[in-house]
């Protein structure tokens, strides 16, 4: 571990045969950049903005607040109970799947290889882009082009479903 100014870097690696597992405790409130290689993200009631990706695992949360900035090469994104201001997920090869107790300003969701399953507040006022490029998007959301709150969603391989 090294800090330095208002930055600590906590870095882990091991051999072939090993498995490492970090599990670190933050003030809920504090901005967090996480960076994985394989390996699994969780977190719990955080508040604060979260920039997190891994490159072969899953994303899961519960209850954020902050914005999020998620993305992972080959793994599942799933949001729970979310509040955040501003909403980016993106992956390769994974589903993205969120529930929003709240609607954020801008919901941005991109895949190359996976669904994508939105669940929204009915009446918060959308514009919706979404596309996929092997099926028609299923969109039961009330949206209108002049909703104050954007959500673009592309895939290129896997359902929509925005509700």
């Known amino acids: 571990m090294k800090s330095s100014d208002k930055t600590t870097t906590v ?9 490492l597992n970090l599990d670190i405790t933050l003030p809920a409130a ?3 950049e996480v960076s994985s290689g394989p390996g699994q993200i969780t977190g719990n009631d955080l508040t604060g903005r979260l920039a997190l990706t891994t490159d072969a695992g899953a994303i899961d949360l519960t209850g954020p607040r902050g914005p999020l900035v998620l993305h992972t090469s080959s793994g599942q ?6 509040r955040p201001t501003a909403f980016e997920a993106r992956t390769e ?12 300003t ?14 929204l507040p009915p009446h918060a006022g ?14 039961t959301l009330p949206w ?11 895939t ?3 359902g929509v479903e925005i509700h």
């Open 11 to 19: 870095t882990g690696s091991c051999g072939d045969d090993c498995s």
């Open 30 to 32: 504090l901005a967090a």
């Open 106 to 119: 801008t919901t941005d969701v991109t895949t190359d290889r996976g669904s994508v399953d939105l669940a």
């Open 77 to 82: 994104i799933d949001v729970k109970n979310a």
């Open 144 to 154: 209108k082009r002049d909703g104050k709150h954007t959500v673009a969603v592309h």
């Open 156 to 158: 290129n391989e896997g």
């Open 126 to 139: 959308y514009y919706i882009q979404a596309q996929s490029k092997t099926g028609t998007p299923h969109i």
């Open 93 to 104: 090869q994974g589903e993205v799947r969120a529930t929003f107790a709240a609607a954020p």
